[in-house]
């Protein structure tokens, strides 16, 4: 079953915006990863961020986790029409590698 | 390196027929391959999780009879959709975990297989 929510569900900015996609999961977690799958393709890994981790960087992208809120969030800075997409978040628990994965969030990137 | 490739990319089949989908890994040994579910515009649902060697072990709510994972080398596991109908027409994605990195939590996807079932 899904670990939790990503919000907001579709996004649409102008190139050149920052966009930032929320994830919110509902038990503890050994790390949280952040995939990128353009449509009808298979999924790529972008960055994954440990349960001991507030922040991490990759490019023009950010992560944060808050473990007290259960929360993570995905920035990226100077969107690009490229970066139009779906963005999962999933989770991994303490028990073993199993994908959780967050319901997404489409973005649209207007050039 | 460690990439995953899936076959066939899109298969249209009659209702009532079985398909069959690999999932490889081309340049790494996989312990862990799992297999996914994704209809449109919604998430990744996990279907099973198979070890090489060993049977699959199923979510719930998945049909082991008609989902038939089998696992034979550390390379391929193979997906096979028996008397498939229309409802099970979907994305199916898989992803292996590298026998090199046992331990870490990194999973590398195949680029799906589109499956519909007229």
């Known amino acids: 079953s899904q670990q939790g929510e990503e919000d907001p569900q579709a996004l649409s900015i102008q190139e050149g915006e920052n966009a930032t996609m929320n994830c919110s999961y509902k038990?503890?977690?050994?790390?949280l990863q952040w995939y990128r799958q353009n449509s009808g393709r298979g999924l790529v890994h972008l960055i994954l961020?440990?349960?001991?981790?507030r922040e991490k960087h990759s490019g023009r992208l950010r992560v944060t986790l808050d473990t007290s809120k259960k929360s993570s969030s995905l920035l990226i800075t100077a969107s690009r029409a490229a970066d139009t997409a779906s963005y999962f978040c999933a989770t991994v628990h303490n028990a073993g590698n199993m994908l959780t994965f967050g319901g997404g969030t489409r973005l649209m990137v207007k050039p | 390196g460690a990439v995953v490739s899936q076959h066939p990319s899109w298969v249209i089949c009659k209702s009532g027929t079985s398909v069959k989908i690999e999932c490889r890994s081309l340049d790494f040994q996989a312990t862990t391959m799992f297999w996914y579910r994704q209809f449109p515009k919604q998430s990744l649902m996990l279907m099973a999780t198979s070890n090489e060697g060993s049977k699959a072990t199923y979510e719930q709510g998945v049909e082991k009879d008609k989902f038939l994972i089998n696992h034979a080398s550390l390379t391929l596991s193979t997906l096979t959709v028996t008397s498939a109908h229309p409802e099970d027409s979907s994305f199916y994605i898989c992803?292996?975990?590298?026998?090199?990195?046992?331990?870490?939590?990194?999973?590398?996807f195949g680029p799906g297989t589109r499956l519909t079932v007229l």
């Open positions: 038990t503890s977690i050994n790390n």
């Open positions: 992803s292996a975990s590298a026998l090199e990195r046992a331990g870490t939590d990194t999973q590398y």
């Open positions: 961020i440990r349960s001991n981790e």
